[in-house]
């Protein structure tokens, strides 16, 4: 049977730092504690400031490690752009996503995230194209799992937006290419963000960098992209759904226009 893991208590991380003032080795303050030299190596990585273990420091990290639990997929961490991007650019399915972030990033476990989590995160994201285009880039399984509950939306209410209900008759019905719905992944503190836009018949894919998740930026941004398109396929905006599309009139006359 496997020896269960057990945490280093707050006593041994002090002996372990008058330990090493007292230019003791791993070893023998591994063997001091009765625990591995590998376990005590690692704490002392783990607690260095300034190349030197601190017992306080190394405590904090260790209860912060605690509180962070299981990684998780959180509204704009440059881990969720990374997978976003990953499915909705380069078509890859969340275990070769899972793979390759643990060959990029060995050593950084901040960037280790399972297959599991990233198909919670496909179905647990609002409903809308970004969603359906998220789900699309599934290879095989999961088709039928249902998106956790999520709690209600406190934030007001985006200016001027226009209705679903107000959707010509052949964007409802995916007739034909160049109606849009958006969507925003905003970063960190909203200091940048990557926008999207879903095309409803082809699903067509548009993401536009965002210096920072500004009504000016989201406005400029997007019209850029959007002059790159066909005139014959650049019709609409039919609804824009983060609050930061606070300009939608504008930008649905700015893109109709160019």
Known sequence: MARKYRQLMPDQRNQIQRGLN?????????????????????????????????AVCAREEAQRRRRKGVRKLTEGSPLTLAVTHAILQ???????????????????????????TIYQ???????????????????????????RTRGKDRRGGITNMRSIRERPEEAQAREVPGHWEGDLIKG??????IGTLVDRSSRFVILARVEDATAEAILESFTRRLRTLPTRVRQLISQLIDIAYSDFKTLHYN????
């Open 188 to 193: 960190a503190f909203n200091a940048s963000a």
């Open 255 to 258: 893109s109709v226009s160019c």
């Open 90 to 116: 380069r078509k890859w399915s969340p275990e070769q996503i899972a793979g390759r972030l643990r060959m990029d990033y060995p050593e950084d476990k901040q960037w280790h995230v399972s297959h599991e």
């Open 22 to 54: 007292q230019g003791m080795s791993i070893r023998g303050i591994a063997r001091q504690l009765g625990r591995s030299p590998s376990t005590i190596s690692r704490e002392i990585q783990r607690g260095r400031v300034e190349e030197t273990y601190d």
């Open 121 to 147: 995160f496909i179905y647990a994201h609002p409903a809308g194209e970004l969603r359906k285009a998220l789900i699309a880039g599934l290879r095989r399984g999961h088709s039928k799992r249902k998106p």
